[in-house]
């Protein structure tokens, strides 16, 4: 059990956006780390502004959530919002006040 961080999620508002998560990923191999923890690291990251390899150690380690951000956060051609401000959106989740696409590539180079 980790510390739990003000970015976090409840679990009842993870419930909501799991089903689109899931359908992120190809269907390899069973998960070894829960997607819950995996979502609240990004978040943490996205919040705080730390570099991915300052997660606290409770979080999975730092590539994984890395991974799945980058996964989350890829845009189509058309235009439309990327899957995780798709879900930061529908969860009310307050983060950064630029825009993503703004700071996208702030946190891309980091």
Not at 31 to 53: H, P
Not at 84 to 107: A, D
Request: overall charge positive.
């Amino acid at each position: 059990m980790r510390k739990t961080y003000p970015s976090d999620l409840s679990r009842k508002q993870f419930e909501q956006i799991q089903p689109l998560l899931e359908s992120a990923r190809k269907r390899t191999s069973p998960r070894k780390v829960e997607l819950y923890e995996i979502f609240c690291a990004v978040l943490y990251v996205l919040k705080s502004g730390y570099q991915w390899r300052m997660l606290p150690k409770g979080f999975p380690k730092w590539q994984l959530v890395y991974y799945y951000w980058r996964m989350w956060s890829k845009t189509n051609d058309e235009g439309k919002p990327s899957l995780l401000e798709q879900l930061l959106k529908k969860t009310g989740w307050r983060g950064p006040k630029e825009p993503w696409t703004q700071c996208y590539s702030k946190y891309v180079d980091s």
